[in-house]
C-alpha cells in the first residue's frame, strides 16, 4: 500500500498560535516563562520607553492601548492568556465574545502567578486543559469553574476529541445543562454507543449520570438527554435533547471514469451515505487504485473534506474477498474489484457495510462507491508518545516540563505507585492506565497502542525514564515493530534520578566520576554484574547500586561488598537511601566494614564512596580535587575538620 495525504500531508490549518498579553514589566516576565514551555506562543508587550523588549526574540510590542491588540488576536490566536487583573481582562473581550464554539480560550494569570483561571472557552476551545498547562508552568494553583470539572464530570462536549471523533448535529448546551442537573441526581444521560473506541467508559468517576443500557433503569430514573455515538445519524425517533459524536470508521472505496467530475463523486457518496443512514462525520478517508492517483475529482472531494486518501496497487486490489468481483473491471485495471476492495483494504477490515454502487452522470463522467467499516477508528491526530521521568517521589522534584508533559496528556501510563505520586496532577477525563510492575512489555506496547491511535500519551518511569526506566523498551519496540521516526512523536523527559537525589540527600558524594549498577538479574545475568562490581571497584568509581535487594534476591548485595571490601578501604563510606524525597524517606551512613546488608530494600539506594570520599557532620563529601589543585590542603586527613570527620 501507498499512502499520500496520510496524517503528515493531509490538509489540515496550520496550528494557531498562543497570545500572551502582558502589558506591565513583571506580567511580561511571567509571559516569558509561560511561552518557554509553551508550543507556538507571542508575547505582547507594551513598549517600555527603552524599548527593551522590543529586541527579545518572540516578544511583539504595542504602543497604542491593550484593547487594539486584542482586536487584532482575538481573530488570529487559537487562545488568549492574559497576565493582567480579571475585572480588565472582562472589558477587554467583552465586544468580541460570540460563540462559544468559535471564540478562543481565555486563561488569566494574575501578576503574582498564584492563579491561573480559565475564563472563557473552557471546554471547546480548551481552555481548561491549557488553564492546567499554565498552572503547571508557573507552578501555582488552576482555578477552573466548569460544571464538568466541579461535578468531575466527562466533558461531554470534548469528550472525543482526542480520538478524532468528530462533532455532529445536536442541542449541545441542551445536553451539556441536562448533564449538570443529572450529576446533581436528577435523572441521567443515556450513552448509545455503537462503535468506536469505549475505553473512556472505564475512566468515569465513581459517581457519574451516564447510562448504557436504557432498559436497566427503573422508571424512577428519568433520561434527561441522550449521547449519540455512532457512524450513523441518530434514529429520528430519538428523543430531543440529543449530540452526536461521530468516531471515523468508514472508509469509502472508490472507482471512477477517467474525467469524473468532483461533483458526480460527491454525489454519489453523499447518496451512498444517506441511503444507510450513515454520518458524513464519520468518514475516515477515500481509497481507490493507485493508478487514480492523479484523479482531479477525486483530489478535489478528498481535498474539500480533509479526508486521507489510500492507494492500492491492483495486485494488493486483486488479493482481496469481494462479493461483486467483475470480470470487465479486471480486464481494464489488472483486479476484479476496485472500490470494494479499496474500502476493505483501507478499513483493514471485512465488514463491508456497503456493497458498490455505480452513479453515472451523462457528461459529468462515473463513480462507483463502496463503504468498510474499521474496527479502529481514524484519527487525523499525530499520536505523541512522551516518555517522562518524574524523578524520586515528591512533587518538588518534578521538572516543570514532566509537569507539563503529564498535564498535557491524553493519557498517562504507569506502575500504580508512580501514577499515585503525580495523582494531584491527574485531570478528570485523562485516560490513567496502571499497570503491574512486573508488565512492562504489556505497558509498553500499551503505551504505543494508544499513541497510534493518535492520543498524547506520558508513559511514567520513576527517577529518569531512560535510566533502568521505560524510555528503553518503549523505543526498542517502536524500533521493533516499523517505526518511521516520525509517527508517534517520541520526547523523551528527563527526571532526577534516583543516585543524583539519594546523593543530595547526603552530601556530594558524586563529585568524582562515578558509575551506577543494578543488582537485578532478572534481566543480566549475574557474571555479568560480578564482572562489573570487579571493574567498578578496582577502578576507583564512586558506585550507586539500583535495585540492590529484594525479597528473593538477597545475596548479591552481600557479594557487591565483599567485593568493594577486596579494593577498599573498610572504612570508605557507604550510604543507603530509602524512598529519597519521599514520605517514608530513611537515610544511613555507615562504613563499608560496618554495612549491614539486611537494611537494604529496593526502595534504597547504596552509594559507596571511592578512596577519598569522606564524612563530615553526616555529610559524605567526595573530593573533587579543588584543594589539592588550588592550595595546600591535599587529603581528607589534611582538611581542616579532619578531627570531626571520618
Ligand atoms: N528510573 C529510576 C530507576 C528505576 S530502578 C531512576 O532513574 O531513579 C528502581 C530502583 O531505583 C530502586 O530499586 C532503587 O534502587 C532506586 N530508586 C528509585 N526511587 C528511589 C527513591 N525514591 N529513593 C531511593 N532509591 C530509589
Not at 337 to 346: D, F, Q, R
Not at 438 to 462: C, F, K, N, P
Not at 557 to 570: G, Q, V
Amino acid at each position: 500500500m501507498s499512502i499520500s495525504n496520510f496524517r503528515a500531508d493531509v490538509r489540515r490549518p496550520a496550528a494557531r498560535p498562543i497570545a500572551i498579553l502582558a502589558p506591565t514589566p513583571t506580567a511580561c516576565a511571567i509571559a516569558q516563562q509561560l511561552q518557554a514551555g509553551l508550543a507556538e506562543a507571542v508575547v505582547w508587550t507594551k513598549a517600555s520607553s527603552e524599548s527593551e523588549s522590543a529586541e527579545l526574540e518572540r516578544v511583539r510590542t504595542y504602543t497604542g492601548s491593550l484593547a487594539a491588540v486584542v482586536q487584532q488576536v482575538w481573530q488570529e490566536a487559537e487562545a488568549l492568556v492574559f497576565v493582567l487583573a480579571t475585572g480588565a481582562v472582562v472589558r477587554l473581550i467583552a465586544p468580541y465574545l460570540a460563540d462559544k464554539s468559535t471564540d478562543p480560550a481565555v486563561v488569566v494569570v494574575d501578576e503574582g502567578a498564584k492563579f491561573a483561571i480559565s475564563l472563557s472557552g473552557g471546554h471547546g476551545a480548551g481552555g481548561d486543559r491549557l488553564t492546567r498547562e499554565v498552572a503547571a508552568l508557573l507552578e501555582a494553583t488552576p482555578v477552573i469553574s466548569s460544571a464538568s470539572e466541579v461535578h468531575q464530570l466527562p466533558a461531554l462536549d470534548t469528550l472525543g476529541k482526542s480520538f478524532g471523533w468528530q462533532r455532529g448535529a445536536g442541542d449541545w448546551l441542551g445536553v451539556a445543562s441536562a448533564a449538570v442537573r443529572a450529576a446533581a441526581g436528577a435523572g441521567a444521560i443515556a450513552v448509545r454507543q455503537t462503535c468506536g473506541w469505549t475505553m473512556w467508559q472505564q475512566q468515569l468517576p465513581d459517581r457519574h449520570p451516564l447510562v448504557w443500557e436504557v432498559s436497566e433503569l427503573s422508571d424512577e430514573i428519568p433520561i434527561r438527554a441522550t449521547l449519540w455515538i455512532s457512524d450513523r445519524r441518530p434514529p429520528a425517533d430519538l428523543p430531543q435533547p440529543y449530540a452526536c459524536w461521530h468516531p471515523r470508521t468508514l472508509w469509502l472505496g472508490v472507482g471512477c471514469e477517467r474525467g469524473t467530475a468532483a461533483a458526480t463523486i460527491e454525489r454519489a457518496i453523499a447518496d451512498r451515505l444517506a441511503e444507510l443512514g450513515l454520518a458524513r462525520a464519520a468518514v475516515a478517508g477515500l481509497a481507490s487504485i493507485a493508478l487514480k492517483a492523479d484523479e482531479a475529482g477525486l483530489l478535489a472531494v478528498a481535498r474539500q473534506y480533509q479526508w486521507p486518501l489510500r492507494w492500492f496497487e491492483a495486485a494488493e486490489l486483486a488479493r482481496a474477498t469481494v462479493p461483486n468481483p467483475s470480470p470487465v473491471v479486471e480486464r481494464a485495471v489488472g483486479t476484479p474489484s476496485v472500490a470494494e476492495a479499496a474500502a476493505l483494504l483501507a478499513a483493514e477490515s471485512d465488514r463491508l457495510v456497503a456493497p458498490k454502487q455505480v452513479l453515472r452522470v451523462p457528461d459529468a463522467g462515473a463513480c462507483t462507491v463502496a463503504i468498510a467499516r474499521a474496527e479502529c477508528e481514524y484519527s487525523p491526530r499525530l499520536g505523541q508518545l512522551r516518555l517522562v521521568g518524574i524523578g524520586p517521589g515528591s512533587l518538588d522534584c518534578l521538572t516543570p516540563a514532566a509537569r507539563q508533559a503529564i498535564v498535557r496528556a491524553d493519557a498517562v501510563v504507569g506502575y500504580q505507585l508512580y501514577l499515585d505520586l503525580v495523582s494531584p496532577l491527574l485531570r478528570p477525563q485523562q485516560i490513567v492506565c496502571a499497570s503491574p510492575i512486573t508488565q512492562e512489555v504489556q505497558r509498553a506496547d500499551g503505551a504505543i497502542a494508544l499513541a497510534r491511535r493518535g492520543l498524547s500519551v506520558a508513559v511514567l518511569s520513576s527517577g529518569d525514564c531512560g535510566i533502568y526506566g521505560m524510555a528503553g523498551l518503549v523505543l526498542e519496540r517502536l524500533a521493533q515493530t516499523g517505526w518511521d521516526g516520525r509517527s508517534p512523536q517520541v520526547e523523551v523527559v528527563p527526571g532526577i534520578t534516583a543516585l543524583q537525589a539519594a546523593a543530595a540527600r547526603v552530601g556530594a558524594p558524586l563529585m568524582h566520576d562515578f558509575c551506577a549498577i543494578s543488582l537485578s538479574d532478572l534481566l543480566t545475568p549475574w557474571p555479568v554484574i560480578e564482572r562489573r562490581l570487579e571493574a567498578a571497584a578496582a577502578a576507583d568509581f564512586v558506585v550507586a547500586l539500583y535495585n540492590p535487594r529484594s525479597q528473593t534476591r538477597t545475596r548479591g548485595i552481600a557479594t557487591a561488598r565483599d567485593i568493594f571490601l577486596r579494593h577498599r578501604s573498610p572504612a570508605t563510606p557507604v550510604a543507603i537511601v530509602r524512598a529519597a524525597y519521599r514520605s517514608d524517606e530513611s537515610i544511613q551512613i555507615t562504613t563499608l566494614t560496618d554495612f549491614d546488608v539486611a537494611v537494604v530494600d529496593m526502595l534504597s539506594t547504596v552509594l559507596i564512596g571511592n578512596s577519598n570520599t569522606f564524612v563530615c557532620e553526616g555529610y559524605a563529601i567526595t573530593p573533587r580535587g579543588y584543594l589539592r589543585a588550588y592550595s595546600s590542603m591535599t587529603s581528607p586527613l589534611t582538611h581542616p575538620d579532619a578531627d570531626r570527620c571520618s
